[in-house]
């Protein structure tokens, strides 16, 4: 593997398994006994507020001072966090630095698939990267499970010096590479060089006003807001699950256990995203397809944790690329992509701390079969 690879690809699976490492334990990172679902549900979702608040921003920054220093930014911030989870045991601790962790993972994403997208290999890369965010997603949840008997924290800790040793292969001559042959997509119907630094020295607040614009016009007049809607939704429910099993199951799943059921998620969601992507089905069908699934392992939660993650993250999978195919129908660009990735992170961080507000009058069957009924309703959202 070549060492602009190498840096790249080591910082996405070391920040995804950082990510997911806390999962199996966020009841003890909650304060255990004098803590409670809301708490846990705030340190779950810290994270992913934090990176729907830092997409689009650091999107547009990548646009003006260049990716890489996002994208280093992105990893420094990541490390920090970590470092500071570790050695901290108050929960309102953890959960500023799970939204510092969330904003670093905003800021490293837009960066990494606008570097990505230039490379003359960059569809096989692009599908390199993505295995590789999957397999960190399910390599946190399951050594987090397996190591939780070693010490609550083993897995966070390595994921962190894993995420280290990555920023420093960032900020080396292998990171310095990811900024060779470095154009600006946004510009890229600019007539000269000039006109390219012009637009990117020009001030910021003008700029973000033409996104808004941009945002409110593809939201409001095409289907864009609908697919927006489900995505938020697929990702919000199977979100609010994922966030409160480990309190739901503590008395018939171990540690290990939970660990497994949730990596199978994920890499169910690597299975069923390569075969959505070969198969000849259009992209109505293959979000019909996810959303059934999807729904059917939150029912199956209560019964068969195994299978129930399994279908989720399958159904997660197939949906998110039935939706990407249809929101390059609306737009192709990479702004409408990111808008379309805060739909994603929308339904991930809102979703748990929505869904917190019922369980203790409801209980946790009663709103994971709700928001499973939730999430059929969009089985009749009629898209073009």
């Keep these: 593997m070549n060492p602009k690879k190498l840096a790249l690809y080591s910082s996405v699976f070391a920040l995804q398994g950082l ?52 994208l280093r930014f992105g990893m420094l911030l990541t490390v920090l966090s970590g470092f500071f989870i570790i050695f901290s045991d108050s929960p309102l601790i953890i959960g500023i630095f799970r939204f510092l962790e969330g904003v670093g993972c905003g800021a490293f994403f837009p960066a990494a698939f606008s570097i990505i997208a230039e490379w003359k290999d960059s569809q096989q890369s692009l599908g390199e990267f993505n295995f590789l965010l999957n397999a960190g997603l399910a390599a946190g949840v399951f050594f987090s499970g397996m190591l939780a008997g070693i010490g609550i924290k083993t897995a966070i800790i390595s994921f962190t010096f894993l995420a280290g040793v990555s ?13 060779h ?14 006109l390219v630094m012009k637009q990117q020295n020009a001030p910021l607040l003008p700029e973000l006003k033409s996104y808004l614009e941009k945002a409110s016009e593809t939201l409001f007049k095409t289907d864009f807001g609908k697919i927006w809607g489900i995505a938020v939704l697929v990702y919000g429910t199977t979100g609010l699950l994922t966030a409160n099993y480990a309190d739901y199951s503590a008395g018939f799943l171990t540690k290990p256990e939970l660990g497994l059921a949730i990596s199978t998620s994920y890499a169910a969601a690597m299975l ?18 996810g959303i059934i699934l999807a729904s059917a392992g939150i029912l199956l939660s209560v019964k068969l944790p195994l299978l129930a993650f399994f279908l989720m993250g ?25 808008l379309f990735n805060t739909g994603i992170y929308a339904g991930l961080g ?35």
Excluded at 275 to 288: F, Q
Excluded at 363 to 380: D, H, K, N, P
């Design 181 to 194: 042959n470095n154009r600006q997509q946004k510009f890229a119907l600019a007539e000269s060089e000039n």
């Design 350 to 384: 809102l979703g748990p701390v929505f869904g917190s507000f019922f369980l203790e009058p409801f209980g946790y069957e009663t709103v994971f079969l709700g928001s499973a009924f939730i999430l059929l309703a969009m089985l009749f959202v009629e898209l073009e």
């Design 19 to 70: 990510s997911n490492s806390v999962i199996p334990v966020l009841p003890e990172l909650a304060g255990g006994d004098n803590g409670g679902s809301a708490v846990s549900t705030l340190i779950f979702s810290g994270y992913f507020m934090g990176a729907l608040l830092a997409l689009v921003p650091f999107g547009i920054l990548a646009d003006r001072v260049g990716n890489l220093k996002v």
């Design 314 to 338: 399958a159904g997660g999978g197939a949906a998110v690329v039935g939706l990407i195919m249809a929101v390059s129908r609306v737009s192709s660009s990479g702004f409408a992509m990111g």
């Design 167 to 179: 920023c420093i292969l960032l900020l080396s001559k292998a990171g310095k590479l990811l900024a």
């Design 272 to 289: 069923s995203s390569l075969l959505a992507g070969r198969a000849a089905i259009n992209s109505k069908n293959i979000i019909k397809i």
